[in-house]
C-alpha cells in the first residue's frame, strides 16, 4: 500500500480531553501516528500530530471524520502533506 505522512494541526479553545478525541478518530480507522506535540498557552491549545495515512481515496473518510470530529470540538483543523525530505530534516532534530 502506497502510504505519505501528513500533519493535522487542531487550534482552539483549550478543554479536557481534546487529544482523546482526536486520537480516538485516528484509533478507529487504525491510522499510525508518528508524533504528537501539544502546546497550550493561556486558554488557547495547538495540537500537531503526524499520521501515516494510506495514499488516494482510502485517506478520504480517514481526514473526513478527522476534520469533522475537529469541528464538533469547536476546533480548527488543518491537514499538510510532508513530503520524505521534509521529514528527514524533522527527524533528525
Given amino acids: ?3 505519505e505522512r501528513v500533519l493535522i494541526s487542531v487550534t482552539g479553545d483549550d478543554a479536557p480531553g481534546l ?3 482526536i486520537m480516538a478518530e485516528l484509533a478507529h ?3 499510525v501516528v508518528e ?3 501539544q502546546a497550550v498557552i493561556h486558554d488557547a ?3 500537531c500530530i503526524v499520521v ?4 488516494g481515496d482510502a485517506r478520504a473518510p480517514i ?3 478527522v476534520l469533522y470530529r475537529a469541528h464538533e ?3 480548527a483543523a488543518r491537514i499538510d502533506p510532508i513530503d520524505a525530505p521534509r521529514w528527514a530534516r524533522w527527524r533528525e532534530r
Fill in 29 to 31: 480507522h487504525g491510522v
Fill in 19 to 21: 487529544i482523546a478525541a
Fill in 45 to 47: 491549545a495547538t495540537i
Fill in 1 to 3: 500500500m502506497d502510504l
Fill in 73 to 75: 470540538l469547536g476546533l
Fill in 63 to 65: 481526514l473526513k471524520d
Fill in 52 to 55: 501515516t495515512l494510506p495514499r
Fill in 35 to 37: 508524533d504528537l506535540a
